[in-house]
Antibody, heavy 123, light 113 residues
Framework: QVQLQESGPGLLTPSQTLSLTCTVSRGSITSSTYYWAWIRQSPGKGLEWIGS???????YRKSSLKSRLTISLDASKNQISLKLNSVTAADTAMYYCARGRKSGYEMYYFDSWGRGTAVTVSS | DIVMTQSPGSLPVSLGERATINCKSS????????????LAWFQQKPGQSPKLLIYWASTRESGVPDRFRGSGSVTDFTLTIDSVQAEDVAVYYC?????????FGLGTRVEIK
C-alpha cells in the first residue's frame, strides 16, 4: 500500500517561501495510473486543492495561487515538491500530499493521503 | 468553480441509528464521456487525514464497511451510514472531481447522541 510523507519547516514569517516535500514509498510517482496533488486544510477555508502534477511533470495550479506556486517532481527521489512564495497568515494550514487516480489527462478522485504537515505563518 | 454544499453541518445520532448526509453541487458533476458522476466522499477522524470512502458517487473503496452507502446523481448526492458505530464519529466531506479546480464541501460532523 502506497505511503505518502510530507515534510516541511512548520513555522515561517510573512514574505518567506514555503518549501514542502512529499516522499512516496511503496509506489512510483512515474506511474501513469496516478497523479499527485497538494491540498491544504485550514479552519476557515476547509479543504482546498492547491495544485496537481502528472507523472510527466505537467502541473495544474489553483488560479489564485498560480503566481506564487511551483509544483515539481523528482523521479530519482520519488518526491513531489511544493514552493509557495511570499506567504502570509492566510497560508497557515495543514498541508497534505495526495495521490489521485487518472485516465489519460482526466484527473479523478484522491485515493491516498499523507498524514499532513502543519504550517504556521506568523511574525 | 463548482461549489459543494453539505447539510447538515452537524449530525447527532444514536448508536445503531441511520445517518444521512446530503451534498449538493452548484453544477452537474455527471460526465457524459464515461456516464459517471464524478463525486467522492471522505471520512476524516480527529487528528487524521481524510480517508476515501466512496467514489463515482456510489462505489465503495476497498475495505470500507458496507454500512456506508453513496447515492445520487447530477447535482444531488447522499452518504448514508446504516447503523452508526462508535468508530464512525468523524467529519464527512463530499468532493467533486468533474472540473478543475476540484472542490470539497465544508463537511458534516457526525457525533454520538
Amino acid at each position: 500500500q502506497v505511503q505518502l510523507q510530507e515534510s516541511g519547516p512548520g513555522l515561517l514569517t510573512p514574505s518567506q517561501t514555503l518549501s514542502l516535500t512529499c516522499t512516496v514509498s511503496r509506489g512510483s510517482i512515474t506511474s501513469s495510473t496516478y497523479y499527485w496533488a497538494w491540498i491544504r486544510q485550514s479552519p476557515g477555508k476547509g479543504l482546498e486543492w492547491i495544485g496537481s502534477i502528472y507523472h510527466t511533470g505537467s502541473p495544474y495550479r489553483k488560479s489564485s495561487l498560480k503566481s506564487r506556486l511551483t509544483i515539481s517532481l523528482d523521479a530519482s527521489k520519488n518526491q513531489i515538491s511544493l514552493k509557495l512564495n511570499s506567504v502570509t497568515a492566510a497560508d497557515t494550514a495543514m498541508y497534505y500530499c495526495a495521490r489521485g487516480r487518472k485516465s489519460g489527462y482526466e484527473m479523478y478522485y484522491f485515493d491516498s493521503w499523507g498524514r499532513g504537515t502543519a504550517v504556521t505563518v506568523s511574525s | 468553480d463548482i461549489v459543494m454544499t453539505q447539510s447538515p453541518g452537524s449530525l447527532p445520532v444514536s448508536l445503531g441509528e441511520r445517518a444521512t448526509i446530503n451534498c449538493k453541487s452548484s453544477q452537474s458533476v455527471f460526465h457524459s464521456s464515461n456516464k459517471k458522476n464524478h463525486l467522492a466522499w471522505f471520512q476524516q477522524k480527529p487528528g487524521q487525514s481524510p480517508k476515501l470512502l466512496i467514489y463515482w458517487a456510489s462505489t465503495r473503496e476497498s475495505g470500507v464497511p458496507d454500512r456506508f452507502r453513496g447515492s445520487g446523481s447530477v447535482t444531488d448526492f447522499t452518504l448514508t451510514i446504516d447503523s452508526v458505530q462508535a468508530e464512525d464519529v468523524a467529519v464527512y466531506y463530499c468532493h467533486q472531481y468533474h472540473s478543475v479546480p476540484p472542490t470539497f464541501g465544508l463537511g458534516t460532523r457526525v457525533e454520538i447522541k
